[in-house]
């Protein structure tokens, strides 16, 4: 089997979408002795912000010597990255292994009614459990796909638990207020094993607290357990710096080079859960070694700078929340600088509050877009938010282009909106 092969199956099964629950998943991996038993792992959840936590964690695990297995989603670039040890994407050959491994499986599953129709999350997660056993990771990272007690990724007891952001996201689904979908998130909370929470709201984090009593799980609170101060951005290296204190250290001037207030939140959580989970690897840690680990951080598509002369960054901003932390960025961290917006997004969102969030940005010429892609909004459907001629870029590198001919140095452009059109934009430059 070829890789284009492996990976048209792959996506053959996109079509059934997502199928909340745990039935077919844990077949699939009963078919393969159930490696999700036989490794290690950190659990990490929330609307926004798991792929930078989860990277900021691998980085600070590869410092110590660990062997790490990630798996996110979406991918950015290729996606082999996916399924990922050490930061290097699973090799194509491995990939087509594991379709021949499991393409069999999911046939046999197909024809018993209850056990029919695995998804592509489901298969992709199946087989990524096989493949860091085989090939022995010390952890696995495990991203969460959506929501959290019925998704396929909740066959684990971590070793601790991460819950990065709650917001209003997938509600068609997770439920229609922050309460709802908090408590589908906290469904991967598991008994006696630590949760680190990241900066929730009031309702959420109530919701997290119940979870966390019913589990008897030890909780660590974002500016409580763990405390977090925001001291700026550094214009000079191009990070942002912050304080982190707990009942165990207190560090000041930490560096991350993922921009953004909101990457502070991510990497203090990540912090954390590096922090709970020494005792259970038995490694020691100090400043030195985290500042070490933090620099080596890259998370494609998330305020990531394509080029510094004339500045350009991109941005996945794909949902509400995602987009009003861009918003709190550019405000605060960019005023009073003369920005440039692009913003293409597909027709699963609910783009009206996103649109109208960076409307309030000040001193913004904002654009919107369309890309290639099968849902990815047209002119006409933007026209129905007050989009016009005047702001729409039929083709969005002629576009770039244009806007670059009009920025100077002291400009930006911020291109942001959908992960696969960030995806798009990234093979451009």
């Known amino acids: 089997m070829e890789l284009q092969e492996a990976l048209e199956w792959i996506h053959s099964r996109l079509p059934l979408g997502s199928r909340p629950g ?29 792929g930078s936590t989860v990277t900021f964690l691998r980085c600070l695990l590869e410092e110590k010597g660990y062997t790490v297995g990630t798996f996110t989603s979406p991918f950015i670039e290729v996606f082999n990255e ?12 491995d990939l087509v292994q594991l379709v021949e491994l499991f393409q069999p499986i999911v046939e046999k599953l197909d024809q018993d009614e209850e056990l029919k129709g695995a998804t592509e999350f489901e298969i992709i ?36 638990t991460g819950i990065v952001t709650i917001g209003l996201d997938h509600m068609d689904i997770l439920g229609d207020t922050i309460e ?8 991967i909370i598991k008994p006696n094993r630590p949760v680190v929470v990241g900066k929730l709201s009031k309702e959420a984090l109530g919701v997290i607290e119940s979870k966390a009593v019913e589990t008897d799980s030890p909780i660590y609170r974002y500016n409580q357990e763990y405390q977090v ?3 700026g951005f550094d214009d000079s290296s191009i990070e942002e710096v912050f304080t982190f204190k707990n009942d165990t250290v207190e560090w000041s001037d930490l560096r991350i080079p993922l921009t953004g207030r909101h990457q502070v939140d991510n990497a203090s959580v990540a912090l954390q859960l590096y922090l709970a989970l020494a005792d259970e ?36 901003a794909h949902n509400e929340p995602a987009v009003q ?3 709190d960025n550019l405000t605060k961290e960019y005023h009073p600088k003369r920005l440039f917006t692009i913003f293409s997004a597909i027709n699963t969102k609910d783009i009206s509050h996103m649109l109208h969030l960076l409307e309030t940005v000040p001193n913004q010429h904002l654009y919107v877009t369309t890309f290639e892609y099968p849902k990815a909004l047209s002119f006409k459907e933007y026209q129905q938010f007050g989009i016009t001629e005047d702001n729409f870029l039929p083709d969005w590198k002629k576009g770039i282009d244009q806007i ?16 696969y059109f960030i995806s798009q934009v990234r093979h451009y430059f």
Not at 22 to 49: C, E, S
Not at 82 to 93: A, D, F, H, V
Not at 140 to 147: K, T
Not at 409 to 418: A, F, H, K, P, V
């Open 22 to 50: 745990l039935i077919r998943i844990n077949a699939l991996l009963d078919a393969v002795d159930n490696p999700q038993k036989k490794i290690k792992t950190v659990h990490i959840g929330g609307t926004n912000g798991k």
């Open 125 to 160: 997660t199946a087989m990524m459990f096989h493949y860091f056993y085989e090939k022995q990771v010390d952890l696995a990272i495990v991203e969460v796909g959506l929501g959290g007690t019925y998704d396929c990724t909740n066959v684990i007891t971590p070793l601790v």
């Open 229 to 231: 101060s925001y001291k």
């Open 281 to 316: 690897l038995g490694y020691t840690f100090s400043k030195d070694s985290v500042q070490a680990s933090f620099k080596q951080a890259r998370w494609a598509g998330r305020m990531e700078w394509m080029q510094k002369n004339p500045p350009i960054i991109v941005d996945g």
């Open 325 to 327: 932390v861009l918003v």
């Open 180 to 187: 709802k979908i908090a408590a589908q998130k906290a469904g």
């Open 404 to 419: 670059k001919a009009e920025m100077t140095e002291d400009d930006l452009l911020i291109i942001t909106g959908s992960l």
């Open 82 to 93: 996916r399924i990922s040890i050490n930061g290097e994407p699973i090799p194509n050959e």
